[in-house]
């Protein structure tokens, strides 16, 4: 599967973005779905996580009640609503898939990932 990401750019502090992750190639309901980022020279870190069919989800503590993860398996498409943006939320982010069922959050559990798109959150 091939994962394109988009909707990255230049926030201010407490503002929102949402980005989106469009899936080409095999079957798109097939995967669980997630979102990492990556700070300049640090390790990917996990954020959130969605079940093929959406109905399970599951988010890192550093984003949770601020980061919403869903997915639209009719187009393909899964997504990461950010709100209450921080500067500390700068970094690149990154869509990934993954056969693998249940609380995947280690970066080599994923299959596939999307090409990275950047979040700047200015204060």
């Known amino acids: 599967v091939q994962l394109q990401a988009s909707g990255g750019g230049l926030v201010q502090a407490g503002g929102s973005l949402r980005l989106s992750c469009a899936a080409s190639g095999r079957s798109f309901s097939d995967y669980q779905m997630g979102w990492f980022r990556q700070y300049s020279g640090k390790e990917h870190e996990w954020l959130a996580s969605i079940s093929w069919a959406g109905r399970t989800t599951d988010y890192a503590d550093s984003v949770k009640g601020r980061f919403t993860i869903s997915r639209d398996n009719a187009k393909n498409t899964v997504y990461l609503q950010m709100n209450s943006l921080k500067p500390e939320d700068t970094a690149v982010y990154y869509c990934?898939?993954?056969?693998?069922?249940?609380?995947?959050?280690?970066?080599?559990?994923?299959?596939?990932w999307g090409q990275g798109t950047l979040v700047t959150v200015s204060s």
């Open positions: 990934a898939a993954t056969r693998l069922l249940g609380y995947v959050v280690r970066r080599d559990e994923y299959d596939y």
